[in-house]
DNA sequence: AATTAATCGAGACGGTACGTCGGGTCTTATG
DNA sequence: CATAAGACCCGACGTACCGTCTCGATTAATT
């Protein structure tokens, strides 16, 4: 999960300050949230933490593992759902996708893996962290939605969750670039036109 | 369509060189190409475009601008189609997308927009630019699509497209992220798998 | 005098607008005067004087050139002195400087002499415009007061006239470093002092 | 002495490079001296000095304060002399000033100096650095000489010093325009001729 | 009257340097 | 050892000016 560097640990001088990973997070997370990514600095980072410079590159290699791990963590939200039917499992699914969004550290997520996919050499352990943590929940609510018959196997779970993913993610490109946001009633609607969408065309 | 600054042109003085507009963002494209983000500077686009850094800034007010307009301009590639059936303009139109997306400056231009979605203040004129464009091809495609009768009209363009844009991007991400290309049978695999999905859904 | 481009007169064509001339070089001393050698713009000459760049540089070949113009012409300033006594010539002399210098013209004048002397090549026309004007008036002084029988010819003009102006000089970058000016009465005391101890000399 | 900036100095945080300042400074001068004060850039001493730009900015504010630092400390050159008697000392004196004037970089002080001088705020702390240490030397020479009887005090030593410097820099600057030196046999004369003036006055 | 040719104001052009800023490294004194 | 502070080298940023250039619009003298 973590770009951080593995600590040396040897038990000799003086111990590693035990919050501050934790602050510095939290502080790469803030300054994103309210500079954007051009603003970004490991600086103010290091500023806003409480922190020397050198206690951040300590730990991280450069500012896009930073970034990067703050990010991670508040990946961790979205969360399985298993409500015993697909179409609920999907509604759980695209709503948690709708709130995660909306969030500035998960937007964060997704523009980093964007950036990241454009870059000569590939992030790595990254795509590990975030992406296959949502392809498995698909895939286990796909692969349930199958056993109890509900759907054939001729859809593959990649395809169903590419769509999911994709359509919010482009719901929220939208409503971002326009400034606007998503109140509960809002992302309801949303997610009931989506799924309306989708399960017309995959149930048998 | 253009964040280039609007001239305020009076007729007087010497007139901008005609080309000069045109060679900068080709060479905008092509730095962004080979270097990617970081590694992209105003003063090797300008003289890439045997240009002096005051031209390039006297159209663009800062390199957000310049790769903006320029990966802008690139979006026009995509174009429409009208085939005369839904499912073949759907095809198409998901075909284009793909290769466009597999093009570095295709890809940059999604990057942006998801940086520019993340930023404080909102882009502006490039939400015109690039994302409208694309709405109204779909927007077009499904006008004619219920004016034949294929679909009714319960299902707004809009889901529509995201759906369609939104999967595409998603599985452009993972096949970058991946390392991996497509070839033109890959492509039409996808394709065909997407648009079924989607038609199974929305035919009447 | 003039570094100025000589024109190529021929009769054809618009002929140069009479007043520019004075126009411009009037600005090029207030602009000077105003904002000092670094901020001296020639964009910021030409909108002074309402007229374009082009104009200007039809004129003159490069800032240098300009400025050095502007402000030999308010050398002509000094004038000649003819007393019929040393006392009173030399006396005529250093009032006269005095007050060139404390003009922002006559400084400039001079800040423009020294500067060409560090350069690598020597300004050529200049020299002869500035110093030998001034030369011509120090060594007519001294052949006077040889012929009048005042002094002997043992002491060369060049090393009085060096001793005057480069007191005068002296007192001027001085006072003009801490700021201050002179009104006339204090011009008399100096200028008293440096006449008395250059014909009587300073030994008791 | 220095325009440099009064580090905040607290003890923490890496120390400034020990021989950073003089190796800037050398180059300074170095770079004055070879392209003169257009082609005196910042970027070529930083380079020459073997040291990142903002190493510089960390010590002087502009440009002209990196040329003004670098030019007071070598003023130092000039050095007092005290022989026991006047003539000699002031010969001694001018001796020095003609050697300082004609190294590039004492030119130079004398440039800025005038330079500063046209300037619309003061130059401050320059001042005291190049002007009062030489009025120290004459005021000190002048001193002695009263006291061996030499002289009487009527002739104040800001007078003395203003006709020797000015007189020697008068002479510096018409052998510069002519692109002319001086060896040692000719300052030997140039001083007699001065000092012996200055001591005896010129009436016969 | 039509033509020719120089000048004019305006302002874009290719350069070059400015002074600032941020990334990532390094060096100290203090835990 | 780790840490906080902060100086270091590097290189891009966006701005300003230089001296050149290209326009369309004057303005005479020459046809």
Do not use: C
Request: glycine share 12%.
């Amino acid at each position: 999960m973590a770009t951080s560097q593995p600590p040396p640990r040897r038990g000799r001088g003086r111990p590693r300050t035990p919050g501050a990973e934790e602050r510095i997070l939290g502080a790469a997370l803030e300054e994103y949230g309210e500079h954007g990514w051009s603003g970004f600095t490991m600086d103010g980072v290091a500023r806003r933490a409480g922190v020397g410079k050198s206690t951040v590159y300590l730990r991280w290699q450069d500012k896009d593992s930073l970034l990067t791990d703050a990010v991670a963590i508040s990946s961790a939200t979205i969360g399985a759902v298993d409500t015993g039917s697909l179409r609920r499992d999907l509604e759980g699914l695209s709503e948690n996708l709708f709130h995660y969004l909306l969030d500035p550290a998960g937007w964060a997520s997704l523009r980093i893996l964007i950036d990241g996919a454009g870059a000569a050499e590939p992030l790595g352990q990254f795509v590990e962290a975030v992406t296959q943590v949502h392809v498995g929940f698909v895939e286990k609510t796909v692969a349930r939605a199958v056993a109890r018959g509900e759907i054939s196997d001729h859809h593959p779970a990649d395809a169903i969750g590419e769509l999911v993913y994709g359509s919010v993610a482009m719901q929220m490109l939208q409503l971002r670039l326009a400034g606007r946001g998503l109140d509960d009633a809002q992302i309801a609607k949303r997610v009931d036109r989506l799924v309306g969408i989708l399960l017309g065309g995959i149930l048998r």
